[in-house]
């Protein structure tokens, strides 16, 4: 069996395990509440706190660097611990923990702090929240599991927007009582993974070593250190989605309407994740994910080509679509060529690389951006998806996944 080929597996929604329903509610409504306070912190810390923008710029770098380190580390801990559940429990109880900070911060120390909080929090689930799905998803039906978790979790991501804007239109846009209200679903997503979840057991008598000794790190192989590579080209490819609302707001549409550009981004990604995790259990990676780089360079070029509001659309529909085809397939990539023991830190190395590579192109797409005009900026983009073709054209062919490993023991 090649790297990029799967075993087809019949199966459908009812086939995955209870606990992949489990994880993919508590993500819906862990970013419920985060993105209600996220989608109105910069509006709150400019016209209520009277901070500067440049100090925005400064939290949110701050917040999303220690994100990156803390992944690495809490997905290194749940393979030696043997146990990835309180580690989830853990990270999604820090950012609950940290939504009531928001509302009660009379300065930009405590949403400094507050960020810096709901971020580790962040950092220390996510890693190991991957390795649950993988270890509780049988190998003929990992994509579909991460493509429904992603996809629950992007309905979150839309939703929570949504509800902070009807929030304050109708609180006269009393910003402290949303931040209130999204304290509920984020407790609601830490009881609910304490309660609904049960971890798979430990195998018995399997000893306690250090995931980031030399040979361990050596078992990971190089299948999964190319899956890496992928995953970084692709995130290199694809900067960050703010780019897409500074594009929205060049439309000439109000100024209010121009955050609904994410709304309908993350609504294509979530309707289309399952879909595409779905057939990539029964399709070629490698081909999944050519067409994956094909569709954003289309969303670029559409971008690029004219910003009237129709148009953005189009080009904001096509992103939510390479978005549904390729993060949940990079997931079950992940899962397929890792150790089962090591699924933890294969995950935190992974997130890691594509977190530098996303502040990278980010960064470039900034400058870009500056120097050259909006459209140049979608057009690099573009010409970087050419280079990442050319790249999986060369994946190596005869690398067994650990998929297959774990079918044949």
Known sequence: MSLTTPEPTPGGLRQLPAGIWVLGFVSLLMDVSSEMIHSLLPLFMVGVLGSSVFM?????????????????????????????KWLAVAGYGLGALSKPLFALAPSMGLVLTARLVDRVGKG??????????????????????????QSLD????????LL??????????????????????????????????????????APRVNPIQRENL??????????????????????????????????????????????????VYALSAYPFGWLSDRVSHRLL??????VLIAANLVLGSSHHWAVVLVGVALWGIHMGMTQGLLATMVADVAPPDLRGTAF???????????????????LVWDRWGPSF????????????????????????PQAAVEKQS
Do not use: H, Q
């Open 377 to 400: 900026t979608f057009w690099t983009s573009a010409a970087f998806c050419l280079v990442a073709l050319f790249g999986l054209a060369r994946t190596p062919l005869a690398v067994k």
């Open 218 to 267: 050596r078992r990971l192989g190089p299948a999964y250190w190319w899956v890496v590579g992928v995953g970084a080209v692709f995130t290199l490819a694809r900067f960050s989605e703010a780019f897409l609302v500074l594009n929205a707001e060049r439309s000439g549409v109000a100024l209010a309407l121009v955050p609904l550009v994410m709304v309908a981004m993350n609504a």
């Open 164 to 205: 902070a804007v009807a929030l304050m239109l109708l609180w006269a846009n009393d910003f402290r009582a949303v931040f209130w209200v999204a304290v509920v679903p984020a407790t609601l997503a830490v009881l609910l993974l304490i309660v609904g979840l049960k971890e798979p057991p430990r195998p018995p008598g």
């Open 56 to 84: 925005v710029g400064l939290v949110e770098g701050l917040a999303e660097s220690v994100a990156l380190i803390t992944k690495v580390f809490s997905g290194v801990l749940s393979d030696y611990l043997g146990r990835r």
């Open 289 to 294: 994910l050519g067409w994956g780089l094909v």
């Open 348 to 366: 935190g190395f992974f997130n890691l690389v594509s977190g530098v590579a996303m502040l990278l192109a980010s960064v470039t797409a900034g």
């Open 154 to 161: 992007t309905v979150g991501a839309f939703t929570g927007p």
């Open 124 to 149: 220390i689930r996510g890693a190991p929240r991957d390795a649950l799905v993988a270890d509780l998803a049988p190998p003929g039906i990992r994509g579909a599991a991460f493509g429904l978790r």
